[in-house]
């Protein structure tokens, strides 16, 4: 989850993820370092008493700061695309949930075996314990196993919605009558917050998304036990 | 041909990929395999043959189709108003 003073992305919980904040390392420098460099010419140039009245043109330097450029584009274009095709990438998942958006919730359906449903409401303020997280906890979370591929199919019931995890790199828009695919493998065990991130009405900021990533049979005793419950 | 359905039917983990909805918009995949489910079953009811071979399409798209969705097309169907041809 987010923590206060943050400036980064959270810690990635998935390989995209991973790929997506590296990649944001890589072009963030060029663009720091293209900055410095322009910001330091511009001081150069207005501190200087020197001035230069006969030049006329410069061949040399304008064919590097043509090709330098292209040279830096290509080298940001390239990694981007490997992560745009790696991202859409055919993928054979090994569960299915369905993540159905409502004014104000969110509700998950596993459907590959029983029909397993369950309402995903925010915990109110005043009905959190100690050491949960205000606007963010639910009181039914989305367990998934871990290290295995989840399709994740968003829609909604009434309005627009989002469904965002940002650790695991994923937001898919919530429409009503269409059905959404999204993929993931959640690559630790862990606990992932997200927020609805389509403005939704009065509480579009109060149905939060938990997603809980567990070993294999914990998750199917998690099922059986929710399935009991229903 | 039966015993590779049950087979298939006893492996089945999810929803598997489908060449004919490769793309982001799965609507269509769960519609198709909803009106597919319902016309083989009809089909084969009226040649008298055991539907089996028709549960396949009955556990895709138990995937992925939402639970409010089926319903609403069950009750359609009761009510004769649903909008596909089966």
């Known amino acids: ?230 | 041909m039966a015993e590779d359905i049950q087979q298939k039917l006893e492996k089945y983990r999810t929803a598997p990929f489908d060449a004919r909805f490769p793309n982001q918009n799965q609507t269509r995949n769960c519609w198709q395999n909803y009106l597919d489910y319902h016309r083989c079953q009809k089909a084969l009811d009226a040649k008298g043959v055991d539907t089996a071979p028709c549960d396949w399409y009955k556990r895709v798209y138990k995937s992925l189709c939402p639970l409010s969705w089926i319903e609403k097309w069950d009750t359609q169907r009761e009510d004769g108003t649903f909008p596909g041809k089966i």
């Open chain 1, 1 to 230: 989850m987010a923590h206060p003073t943050q400036l980064g992305f959270q810690d990635a919980a998935s390989p995209v993820m991973e790929e997506l904040l590296h990649f944001h390392d890589h072009a963030l420098m060029i663009v720091l370092l293209i900055s410095t460099l322009v910001l330091y010419i511009i001081t150069a140039m207005v501190s200087t008493k020197l001035t230069n009245k006969y030049i006329l043109d410069s061949q040399e330097i304008e064919i590097v700061w043509t090709i330098l450029p292209a040279v830096i584009l290509v080298l940001i274009a390239l990694p981007s695309l490997r992560i745009l095709y790696l991202m859409d990438e055919i993928n054979d998942p090994h569960l299915t949930i369905k993540a159905m958006g409502h004014q104000w919730y969110w509700s998950y359906e596993y459907t590959d075996y029983e029909n397993l449903g369950f309402d995903s409401y925010m915990i109110p303020t005043q009905d959190l314990t100690p050491g949960q997280f205000r606007l963010l906890e639910t009181d039914h979370r989305m367990v998934v196993p871990m290290e295995s591929p989840v399709r994740v199919l968003v829609s909604a019931e009434d309005v627009l919605h989002s469904w965002a995890v940002p650790s695991l790199g994923v937001k898919m828009d919530a429409v009503p009558g269409r059905l959404n695919q999204t993929a993931f493998i959640a690559s630790r065990p862990g606990v992932f917050y997200g927020q609805c991130s389509e403005i939704c009405g009065a509480n579009h900021s109060f149905m939060p998304i938990v997603v809980e990533a567990v070993p294999l049979e914990h998750f199917e005793n998690w099922s059986s036990l929710m399935l009991e419950d229903a």
